[in-house]
């Protein structure tokens, strides 16, 4: 992967790798964990899991309604299911029994969606979670975490574990770069400050994180200074954050790879309209499917990339009154 | 506390009459709701909460060693929650709250807001698959109980319910019973006119699970039927009981009807369906 490369990050695991392993290292702590794969546990990693705690490890099939209603039942009963499967498959297929047998309820049942994004490349769009985030954030009472990289997704799956009700956690395919070289502290709800700046605050998620640090290089460059905020949990939405940013800069971008409805982009600009407006830019997917592709590829096509985050900052900053 | 003292045959009859009773009343009261639906279930319900074959604690509604009983057929609630009022989970006059704002009695039930519900149902297809995960965590913590889930025959066009009489099977768990009430009407009509899914009892059978076909108004199939489902039969095997069963029974004018679904009575009907019930309907319906 490309982002992040021309500021030295350097590839560190997938993060569906990354939450694989720390759920495994989980299970060994709170013996309460189930985890529950739709026949996808070699892409999700709950292999990992599998591996150590097979009697507490269940194979559902292709069969996602079912599954997500089995961890409701077994939430009732105290146990704390991991449900994994593709983002796009767990959060479309299954989003009614996410309604009435999770959300609605308020069970205490983690949904990890795997595979999120455009960055799974070749596959396609049949298979890319580019509506996911929205779903999630959907459902009432939900958590909705996107961690960026494999310290992040660690620190996100425990905390997850650890947060009594229904947490959606999006995780990738690709190797991605390590953001957080020196640790991670992590803490549902709360943004995560890379890098402060005077000009333009750039919210990201994701893979777009590594991203929006590399265009905080490129704005610099041009006598720009950018904050860059890591808006790892959509919702609740860090909305001081948010309002601490439109004061102190004026001017936001929001980079993410999702669709342009419903996603962190939506979740930013409600929370700075009602707080402190000031002009936003999105950097997203907009309203159409992507294609298959090679990831980089596919990711400079469609413009999740440093530059155009740049760009985006700099038309955003000429729209400040 | 172990299994609530079971009553004899008659007195269960007894009970069903004014389970029934309750039903017309608190839905006539609401205003709204599925009455029909609930009648062609009671006797179900009177079996597994007074004929000995739940165990369960009103007083202690989440004890970890109860039965459950997982009603995925939510709109026919009403007759659960006068089961659940008569077994003394909550005071029997809190029935004329059905449906009104800020009761724990709600359209369609809701496990947050009343002790005594396992699920929060009422879109169809879902309560198996939560069945099938108590039963699960069941197995998983070395408990001994037993769950019953009761659906529709409606329900069961549901993609979902078949998705866990799979795994059900798959599992090999043979504490889990799915009941299904099959009154043969859904909304809009005879339930093999909307989706003929017959052969249904091939079906569940093809799906591997062990399968009885009762009576479900004669009290002693009913009983018969889940003692027999109760004491897994056949080991790694889950049980279906198919209950035929007539929406609207017990009230002529509603027995087999195919426009009533989700449709309150209005007062003097309500009158009339008492008496014929055997109750005096005087202060009953205010």
């Known amino acids: 992967m490309e982002l992040g490369r021309r500021i030295g990050l350097k590839l560190g695991l997938s993060t569906r790798e990354a939450f694989g392993r720390a759920l495994a290292e989980l299970g060994e702590e709170v013996p309460n964990i189930v985890v529950i794969d739709g026949d996808v546990n070699n892409s999700t990693r709950t292999e990992h899991f599998a591996k150590r705690f097979p009697e507490r490890f269940f194979n559902f099939g292709i069969a996602e309604s079912n599954m997500v209603g089995v961890a409701g039942g077994m939430a009732a009963c105290g146990k704390i299911p991991v449900v994994a499967s593709f983002a796009c498959f767990l959060m479309c297929n299954a989003f009614d029994q996410l309604r009435m047998s999770v959300a609605y309820p308020r069970m205490n049942v983690k949904l990890v969606g795997s595979h999120a994004g455009i960055s799974i490349g070749q596959d396609g769009p049949s298979q890319m979670g580019v509506e996911d985030v929205a779903l999630a954030c959907a459902l009432g009472g939900f958590v909705v975490i996107v961690p960026a990289d494999e310290v992040e997704t660690r620190e996100a799956v425990r905390a997850a574990i650890y947060h009594n009700g229904p947490v959606y956690i999006r995780v990738g395919r690709p190797e991605v770069p390590i953001v957080y070289t020196d640790g991670c502290n992590f803490t549902i709800g709360k943004a995560n400050k890379l890098r402060d700046g005077r000009d333009v605050t750039l919210i990201a998620n994701g893979i777009m994180v590594a991203a929006a640090l590399e265009a905080a290089h490129l704005l610099e460059q041009d006598g720009i200074s950018a904050r860059v905020l890591d808006m790892h949990t959509v919702k609740p939405i860090d909305a001081y954050a948010i309002e601490e940013a439109a004061r102190d800069t004026g001017a936001i971008v929001v980079a993410e790879e999702h669709f342009a409805y419903g996603g962190l982009g939506s979740v930013v600009a409600m929370a700075a309209a009602e707080r402190y407006p000031v002009p936003i830019g999105f950097v997203n997917l907009g309203d159409t499917y992507s294609r298959s592709g090679d990831p980089d590829d596919l990711l400079r096509y469609y413009g999740l990339t440093a530059d155009n985050i740049a760009e985006t900052a700099k038309r955003t900053i000429g729209r400040k009154r | ?286």
């Open chain 2, 1 to 286: 506390m172990a299994v609530a003292p079971a009553l004899g045959i008659e007195q269960l009859r007894e009970k069903a009459r004014l389970i029934r009773k309750h039903i017309i009343v608190m839905t006539t009261l609401a205003g709204s709701g599925h009455p029909t639906t609930a009648l062609s279930m009671v006797e179900v319900v009177v079996a597994l909460y007074f004929g000995g074959i739940l165990r369960y604690d009103p007083s202690n509604p989440y004890w970890e060693d109860r039965d459950r009983f997982i009603l995925s057929k939510g709109h026919g609630c009403p007759a659960l929650y006068a089961v659940l009022a008569e077994a003394g989970y909550f005071p029997v006059e809190q029935l004329k709250t059905l449906r009104q704002l800020g009761s724990p009695l709600e359209g369609h039930p809701n496990m947050r807001a009343l002790p005594g519900i396992e699920a929060s149902t009422g879109s169809l297809g879902q309560g198996l698959s939560i069945g099938l995960g108590h039963a699960l965590a069941a197995r998983l913590d070395g408990r001994d109980y037993h769950v019953f889930t009761m659906v529709g025959d409606g329900e069961c066009d549901e993609g979902q319910v078949w998705e866990a009489a799979m795994a059900a099977k798959h599992f090999k768990v043979d504490n889990l019973t799915c009941i299904v009430d099959h009154n043969k009407y859904q909304q809009t009509g005879c339930v093999f006119d909307v989706m003929d899914y017959r052969p249904f009892a091939d079906k569940w059978r093809a799906f591997g699970w062990h399968v009885q076909e009762i009576d479900g108004h004669d009290l002693e199939q009913v009983l018969s039927a889940l003692r027999l489902a109760k004491s897994k039969p056949i080991k790694g095997t889950p049980t279906v009981i198919i209950a035929h069963t007539i929406k609207g029974k017990g009230v002529s004018f509603l027995e087999h009807r195919s426009d009533m679904h989700g449709r309150a009575i209005k007062i003097d009907e309500a009158k009339r369906a008492l008496e014929e019930l055997g109750w005096s309907w005087e202060g009953e319906l205010d």
